[in-house]
């Protein structure tokens, strides 16, 4: 079971995760979609949408985790759970024109959408470049 719990993550509560240095913004209201575009004009935003039950997702989530290299004041990144906000979701591919994929990060300045991955691309989206 061993690359199984490599590939899907690890049941086991006895391991402690590494602290992520990500310093994530839970996304649980419409009104900060507002506040996404007014924060991107002046500090890029990333927004990476989640499905908890999904192993393809979860994999992502702990390599953007472990690659991520920006300092906390480089770019705001909110964290969005598509189980629990769905609706959030649908506003966010109708606002900023990105096709809903899971798992997803979309960048933002200046109000508009500059970068999106899905799957396994968003460990290759070079977030320095949109600082």
Known sequence: ????????????????????KIHWTPLTDMDQLDTIVETSKTQPVAIFKHSTRCGISNMVIKQFEKSYDLEANQMK??????????????????????????????????????????????NALPLAQFV
Not at 80 to 103: C, G, K
């Open 77 to 122: 990144v909110y964290y969005l759970d598509l189980l629990n906000y769905r609706p959030i979701s649908q506003e966010i591919a109708a606002r900023f024109q990105v096709w809903h994929e899971s798992p997803q990060l979309i960048v933002i300045k200046n109000g508009s959408t500059v970068a999106h991955a899905s799957h396994s691309q968003i």
């Open 1 to 20: 079971m061993g690359i199984f719990n490599k590939i899907f993550g690890n049941s086991d509560t006895s391991e402690t995760p590494e602290p992520s």
